[in-house]
């Protein structure tokens, strides 16, 4: 079910018949109910409303939607509708749909009460990171630094919102749980009763994310509960009787437990959707922490829409924020960082540079091109990253072609991953070249992907191949190669791939990514053939003054407007 825009809410013959029912069927226990929500200051008493609803007509009702409709479009179209009471209204009606749905569906299937969220161990999560195989001298020491560093800006801070924004494989994602973990504990009076909510933008580094949580706090010893939902996801119920079944699948989709790691669909939508499916979530997030992972992956669209509704969600709903990423994005400008200065961490750090070949090269001419370059990287592990599923999978026919055909292909390992290929299989595989990374050293691996890699995904490639893309996209693949610096500098190749088999002749990236910020990439690297990894900090820092120069917020604000305006059918 859907909610409606206000002026098509109400038909005077059906509130005329609705009025009939109630009043003949109402409950006396009803007028004593009443409604609180702390973070808002809000209380609701159902008696206060008695008298006028025993006097009201269908067309008193009418009138008044009609008035309040005109009214919220007014405001909603002002400058600045965001500084306005719009915002704690629209809180407060998904509040009530999300309370009332929770409720209803509960009801139906039987489920217990929401349970109170427990408490994680900071100690514990530290611990165990610390516990992990050491990576480069280099390296290591950097993690230990950002360790020590995220733990002192805690303990002096009572900010609502703050910023960890460094390099990949530094191990943010157990970083992230510590913060998370110490920011309950810190204000449990406040954030005790809700869980914590990790989200990320691909399935593939939820399974990652969810595997390490569970492997932190072991159910059967912490007796911490995570789960991971996503459209795909799956109850997990101990027998096959259908109510519990339905229990099961109620507690997931309703967000019932410690940990949720989630993707950034299903937390926006609870308060960007007009469908109750996803708003019925929104009562879990008023005192959460949320932990926002990659998320230099936001669409730009909506960037100012999400980060005005999460300034009002710290504001009026008492959450805190963790936003975490390897390219600082410039919606993050304004926020504390965790880590002092993050120039060291960047500028001291060779494990990769981009080699770019900027000029346009016919893809049907790369790939007559692969086979050598292939045959000269025998016993390495390479990682080709191409921008559509199409490009993917004629890079996929192209080497497979070769190792079918060329007998000096017959020991290359190939693998493709693609939005083509459905996520569990995706994932199975995954899993798959990663153990063959880590226990063959002289194996010869090729991996073909779309940028389903790009984000998190922990691979450790010898060298990469990338389809010209944005800074951000860029740096995520530099991500997936020599990640933990134990091995000399790596290759990270971009071209700028021409679909030739059309009569446009458009590059690839053009078909799916936003020409400001294939614009801005090209006008940073203009004149370079080549960054190495010391100066990827500086580039970002330049990337992100060209988007603050090219990006209109005017989407985003048409999404602000619709929503504070009641008008669901335009979200």
Not at 465 to 472: G, K, L, M, S
Request: a negative charge; glycine letters at 4%; proline letters at 5%.
């Amino acid at each position: 079910a859907r909610l409606c825009n206000i002026d098509e809410s109400v038909e005077e013959a059906s509130i005329e018949h609705q009025i009939a029912v109630a009043r003949g069927n109402i409950d006396e226990r009803v007028w004593d109910f009443v409604m609180r929500c702390e973070p808002l200051d809000l209380t609701l008493r159902f008696s206060d409303y008695r008298k006028q609803f025993e006097e009201i007509t269908a067309q008193h009702i009418t009138e008044a939607f009609q008035k309040f409709g005109l009214l919220l479009r007014q405001k909603a179209d002002e400058a600045h509708p965001s500084e306005i009471w719009l915002v704690d209204l629209y809180f407060a009606l998904l509040l009530v749909v999300s309370t009332l749905t929770e409720a209803d569906v509960a009801c139906v299937v039987g489920a217990p009460e929401p349970k109170q969220a427990a408490l994680f161990d900071p100690e514990r999560i530290r611990q165990y990171a610390f516990a992990q195989p050491q990576a480069s001298p280099l390296f290591q020491k950097l993690r230990e630094r950002a360790w020590q560093e995220i733990q002192e800006a805690l303990e002096g801070s009572d900010d609502s919102a703050f910023r960890l924004t460094l390099p990949t494989g530094l191990g943010k994602t157990l970083m992230g749980l510590y913060l998370s973990a110490a920011v309950q504990c810190k204000h449990e009076d406040v954030q005790r009763s809700q869980p914590a909510i990790y989200a990320l933008p691909y399935l593939s580094i939820i399974e990652q994310a969810t595997d390490v949580a569970r492997r932190v706090f072991p159910r059967d010893e912490t007796g911490v509960s995570v789960i991971q939902h996503h459209g795909l996801s799956f109850p997990e119920s101990k027998n096959d009787e259908g109510a519990n079944f339905e229990k099961a699948r109620f507690a997931l989709e309703d967000w019932d437990a410690d940990l949720v790691v989630t993707t950034f669909d299903q937390l926006f939508y609870s308060f960007l959707s007009p469908d109750r499916g996803f708003i019925r979530r929104f009562f879990r997030l008023p005192g959460a922490v949320l932990l926002l992972d990659e998320v230099q992956t936001i669409p730009a669209r909506l960037i100012p829409a999400v980060g005005t509704f999460s300034q009002k969600l710290r504001e009026k709903l008492g959450i805190r924020i963790l936003y975490m990423t390897a390219t600082h994005p410039p919606f993050l400008r304004g926020l504390p960082g965790l880590v002092r200065d993050e120039k060291p961490y960047f500028e001291s750090l060779a494990r990769t540079r981009l080699c770019l070949a900027l000029k346009p090269i016919p893809f049907s001419t790369y790939l007559s091109q692969l086979g050598d370059w292939l045959l000269q990287r025998q016993g390495k592990k390479v990682l080709l990253v191409a921008n559509t599923i199409r490009s993917a999978r004629d890079l996929f026919a192209r080497t497979n072609r070769l190792k079918e055909e060329d007998a000096g292909f017959r020991e290359l390992r190939l693998f493709h991953l693609s939005g083509s290929v459905v996520p569990v299989e995706r994932l199975r595989r995954i899993k798959e070249i990663r153990a063959l990374i880590e226990n063959n050293t002289e194996a010869w691996v090729c991996v073909i992907s779309t940028q389903c890699v790009e984000a998190g995904v922990d691979l450790d490639m010898d060298e990469a191949v990338r389809d010209f893309a944005p800074w951000d996209s860029l740096l995520q693949i530099c991500g997936r190669a020599n990640r933990f610096g134990k091995r000399s500098c790596a290759d990270v190749w971009v071209y700028r791939w021409v679909d030739d088999t059309t009569e446009n002749q458009r590059e690839f990236h053009s078909y799916i990514y936003d020409p400001i910020f294939a614009d801005a990439t090209l006008k940073v690297l203009q004149g370079r053939t080549e960054v190495p990894e010391s100066d990827y900090l500086a580039v970002q820092q330049e990337y992100v003054r060209e988007l603050e120069e090219r990006l209109s917020p005017e989407a985003s604000k048409e999404i602000l407007r619709a929503a504070l305006a009641w008008r669901f059918d335009d979200l």
